[in-house]
């Protein structure tokens, strides 16, 4: 059996119920907003978040025949002012191109929002990536 934290690893029976969920109007996205104590530069935050990569490779994997693969970790989108109104916030993911995170920063560089596929995260699953 293939250990969850390794690749490639069968997408689990929770997340399949979601992927072959028949009303394709779902999107079945997990948002996770944070305000910062401190400002984070995007080095840092780039380097908090291959690390995590290196920990939790489903942070950067691609979906392919309902099984995940390897992928790079997704660029952190920097937005002008409020992470939560940016255009494409709320786009749909395309599994199989790209990895099921987001990671916004706002250009105050404390607004922080991560956004997950959740076949692949939910919503507790967020609030540890961000405190990673």
């Known amino acids: ?3 969850p934290q ?16 028949p ?3 779902t999107d079945w996205v997990v948002v996770t907003v944070a305000t ?15 690390a995590l990569h290196q920990a939790v490779p489903v942070v950067g994997a691609r979906l392919r025949d309902e099984v995940w693969i390897s ?4 660029v952190i989108e920097m937005v002008d002012g409020g ?3 940016s255009p494409g916030f709320d786009r ?20 922080l929002v991560v956004i997950g596929h959740h076949a692949a995260f939910d919503g507790l699953a967020l609030v540890a990536i961000i405190a990673a």
């Open 92 to 111: 749909p993911f395309e599994l199989t191109s790209e990895a099921p995170l987001r990671v916004l920063l706002g250009s105050d560089q404390r607004r």
């Open 83 to 85: 992470p939560l109104g």
């Open 23 to 25: 009303d394709p109007r």
């Open 36 to 50: 910062l104590s401190q400002p984070v530069g995007l080095d840092l935050l780039t380097q908090r978040l291959s």
């Open 6 to 21: 390794q690749l490639p690893a069968p997408a689990s029976r929770h997340a399949l119920s979601l992927l072959r969920f």
């Open 71 to 74: 992928g790079a970790p997704p």
């Open 1 to 3: 059996m293939t250990h």
